[in-house]
């Protein structure tokens, strides 16, 4: 995904955080390779080959997250797109079921704007199936804590640093001045196909899980405020107050 990922699970047995641990980092991995917009074997990949009226077998996986970057671009007028410029919309590709997808118009998709808060959340299902209660997974910013107990994190944007407490949620920050993107992806920070209406400014957002807290800062980045208080508000999500 470039970058790097640490994934913490708290328990008094050490085998039981170990293996928990592993499991996490296998998710990932499966993840990354689904995933990946050129790499063989790629579902992506795949789909981003396919010709117009094909229909793909995918995993699961494949199939939920794009149910979900249309549901985001659909309540966004276009604003969160995860397609390449000029190269066709997400709303482009259909799923069919729970494992397939049909082309109905070609397109070339980048799903870095969703995809490592989507593995984030699935890693964080695997650490808790193995028996973890306490717990956090955090991808390059993008990251998820569970149980009960509070996990003091630090947002750094610029020269700004903010302190928080988090417990049971996501946190996403997107800052469009210090991007470090994969050489593999493009098409990030674009600001879709909807209107924008200022220039991106760093975003933070705190929501249920983190492949919806992943894709609202980038529509925060770039969305009216009035906007941007309306998707937050449908996805139970809330926006860093800190940014101005």
Not at 2 to 8: D, K, R, S
Not at 32 to 59: F, I, Y
Request: aromatic letters at 6%; hydrophobic letters at 45%; proline letters at 6%.
């Amino acid at each position: 995904m470039g970058t790097l990922v640490a994934v913490e699970a708290r328990s008094a047995d050490a085998a039981l955080a170990e293996k928990a641990v592993n499991a996490a980092f296998a998710v990932i991995h499966k993840m990354e390779g689904l995933l990946h917009p050129t790499r063989a074997g790629s579902d992506l990949a795949r789909l981003n080959r396919a010709a117009a009226g094909c229909r793909l077998p995918v995993h699961p996986w494949t199939v939920t997250l794009l149910r979900l970057s249309r549901e985001l671009c659909a309540r966004s007028g276009g604003l969160f797109e995860p397609a390449l410029p000029a190269a066709g919309s997400i709303m482009h590709w259909v799923p069919a079921g729970s494992c397939a997808v049909v082309v109905r118009q070609r397109a070339r998709v980048d799903f870095g704007g969703i995809a490592k808060g989507y593995a984030v959340d699935l890693a964080a299902a695997a650490v808790q199936r193995a028996g973890i209660r306490h717990g956090l997974i955090n991808a390059g910013g993008d990251l998820r804590v569970f149980g009960d107990l509070p996990w003091p994190v630090t947002i750094r944007t610029g020269d700004s640093a903010v302190a928080l407490e988090l417990r049971n949620c996501a946190l996403a920050t997107s800052d469009p001045g210090c991007i470090q993107q994969p050489a593999g992806h493009r098409g990030y920070y674009r600001g879709g196909i909807g209107p924008v209406r200022r220039p991106p400014r760093p975003a933070s957002v705190v929501a249920a899980t983190a492949a919806i807290a992943d894709a609202l800062t980038k529509i925060v980045m770039f969305a009216a405020p009035a906007n941007s208080a309306r998707l937050l508000a449908h996805y139970g999500a809330r926006n860093g107050r800190w940014y101005s």
